[in-house]
C-alpha cells in the first residue's frame, strides 16, 4: 500500500468504492456476494494490506446489520458456533504469515465448492434433518475461523452452517449479523498489533469509503424486502459457489 494514501490512482479508488458498496450490500443480507468484495480489495491494495483494511468497514457494516436486524437474533446458534470460529481466528493468526496464498486459496475454493454441491444435494432430497453432532459445528466453525482471519473469507463457511439449520431469512441474516460483528471485532487488535495491518492510512480510506458503505447498506435492505424465502436459499447457494470459483482467480 501505499504510504500516502493521497499517491492512490483513480483506479484505486474505484476499485475500493466498489468493494465498499458491495460489502454494504452483503452485510445488509444478500450474504455470498462479499467475496467479491474481498476480490477487488485485493486488486486495489495487495492481498495482505487489504485484509486490515477491510475489517474496519465489516464492523461498520455489522453494525448497522444489528441494528436493523437485531429482533430476528437465534442466539443458541451463536453460542454453538462462536468458540469454534474464535478457536480457527487463533488459528488463522499463527499460520497467516507463512501459508502460500496461492494454495490456501485454491484448497478454500475446493472446499468451499463442495460445500454448496452437498448442500445442493440436501435440498433435492428435501430432508429436514439438521446435523446436530459437535463435529458438525466444530469443522465448519474451525474453518470459518481461519478464512475470516487470513482473507475475509468465512462467508461461504458460515452460509453452509446456517442454511444447514434451515434458518428462515430473517433469523438468517439477524443471526449472522450479530455472530460476525463479535468475530469482526475480535479481529481488530489482531490486525493492529500483530500483522500491523491497520494503520493510520487505513483508517483515513475507511472514512472515505463510508459512502460507498452507507449506499450498499440502502440498497441491500430494499432488495432483502422483496426476495422471496424459497429464492433466498436458492440465491445464497448460488452466490456462495460463484464467490468460491473467484478465489481462483483473485
Not at 443480507?29 to 476480490?39: E, F, H, M
Not at 430494499?222 to 483473485?250: D, P, S
Amino acid at each position: 500500500m501505499p504510504t500516502n494514501f493521497l499517491e492512490l490512482s483513480f483506479s484505486s479508488w474505484l476499485l475500493a468504492f466498489l468493494a465498499a458498496l458491495i460489502t454494504g450490500v452483503s452485510k445488509a443480507g444478500i450474504k455470498g456476494i462479499g467475496i467479491v468484495s474481498v476480490a477487488l480489495m485485493a486488486l486495489a491494495f495487495g492481498a495482505k494490506e487489504s485484509t486490515g483494511l477491510l475489517v474496519p468497514l465489516l464492523v461498520i457494516c455489522d453494525l448497522f446489520a444489528v441494528i436493523y436486524y437485531n429482533r430476528h437474533t437465534q442466539w443458541k446458534y451463536i453460542i454453538k458456533f462462536l468458540p469454534w470460529i474464535i478457536a480457527g481466528l487463533i488459528i488463522g493468526v499463527g499460520i497467516g504469515k507463512d501459508l502460500p496464498e496461492k494454495s490456501f486459496k485454491i484448497s478454500m475454493a475446493i472446499i468451499i465448492l463442495g460445500s454448496v454441491i452437498m448442500m445442493f444435494w440436501w435440498d433435492q432430497k428435501k430432508s429436514k434433518v439438521v446435523p446436530t453432532h459437535w463435529a458438525f459445528a466444530g469443522s465448519v466453525g474451525i474453518m470459518t475461523g481461519i478464512t475470516t482471519m487470513i482473507g475475509n473469507l468465512a462467508g461461504a463457511f458460515s452460509n453452509i452452517f446456517f442454511l444447514a439449520m434451515r434458518l428462515p431469512k430473517n433469523e438468517f441474516i439477524g443471526t449472522a449479523a450479530w455472530l460476525f460483528l463479535i468475530v469482526n471485532v475480535i479481529k481488530l487488535p489482531f490486525h493492529f498489533f500483530i500483522w500491523k495491518t491497520i494503520t493510520p492510512d487505513t483508517i483515513i480510506i475507511n472514512l472515505k469509503l463510508l459512502p460507498g458503505i452507507l449506499v450498499g447498506l440502502f440498497l441491500g435492505f430494499r432488495l432483502v424486502k422483496i426476495i422471496k424465502e424459497q429464492f433466498y436459499r436458492k440465491m445464497i447457494l448460488i452466490l456462495t459457489a460463484i464467490g468460491a470459483i473467484l478465489l481462483f482467480f483473485k
